[in-house]
């Protein structure tokens, strides 16, 4: 028995780092899971659909999920993981830089919640997980952009929190902030720099984005059945 079984997932951000973890765990965990993302990767999960889908494209979004919805019948998991960087400091962040950040991690965690909230409703439940950063929570260098949409998606999650509840449905929405983790995109870092980032960590070390799969894992399960409007950081103590 998975922790997940017969249930319906969106994924966005799936084929790759962290979301591909979050896509993989949640089907070994008895999900069906839709991985939207505007890379092609495969999986060897028969349980996992791929759908090229970007979610700043709110045509192309409202066509994918719809016909999830007549597949599937429902959805009731749906994990907002989509994100990009533009790093700069921001006497040389340029319009675009923002713009680019702010539609994919901030907009697109709207457009997507937007169109699957209505079908939730129906069903009267479900889950909703969003992917934040450290750096939403605490602010890093050079990222005014992925830090103020990562510190919008904390205010949108506890919004939903609320907002969705009003009138008895149960749907829960909740966030998780990774700190450093070791993806792809992280080991493009000098390694100077990662060490730093190690030895400032209690635990001395990056994380796993398994690590954060399983926290995903955990506040979509029923286990977190009263867990709602929460951020769960998972950064191995680096803000202590």
Avoid: H
């Amino acid at each position: 028995m998975g922790r997940l079984d017969n249930k319906v997932a969106i994924v966005t951000g799936g084929a790759r780092g962290i979301g591909r973890c979050i896509v993989e765990t949640f089907a070994r965990e008895g999900a069906k899971v839709y991985s939207f993302d505007l890379a092609a990767n495969e999986y060897d999960l028969p349980a996992v659909k791929q759908m090229i889908v970007s979610v700043t494209d709110d045509a192309a979004l409202a066509e994918a999920i719809e016909g999830i919805k007549s597949e599937s019948g429902r959805v009731d998991i749906l994990v907002n993981n989509a994100g990009v960087t533009r790093d700069a400091q921001i006497q040389k962040m340029d319009e675009a830089m923002w713009d680019f950040v702010i539609d994919v991690n901030l907009k697109g965690t709207f457009l997507v919640t937007k169109l699957v909230v209505p079908i939730m409703l129906e069903s009267g439940k479900g889950a909703i997980i969003n992917v934040s950063s450290i750096s939403g929570e605490y602010g890093n260098v050079g990222q005014t952009n992925y830090s103020a949409a990562k510190a919008g998606v904390i205010g949108m999650t506890r919004t939903w929190a609320k907002e969705f509840t009003r009138r008895g449905a149960l749907i829960r929405t909740n966030a998780v902030a990774p700190g450093f983790i070791s993806t792809d995109m992280m080991l493009t870092i000098p390694e100077k720099i990662l060490n730093e980032l190690r030895q400032a960590n209690p635990l001395k070390r990056l994380g796993e984005p398994q690590e954060v799969a399983n926290a995903v894992l955990f506040l979509a399960s029923d286990e977190a059945s009263f867990i709602n409007g929460q951020v769960l950081s998972v950064n191995g103590g680096m803000t202590l």
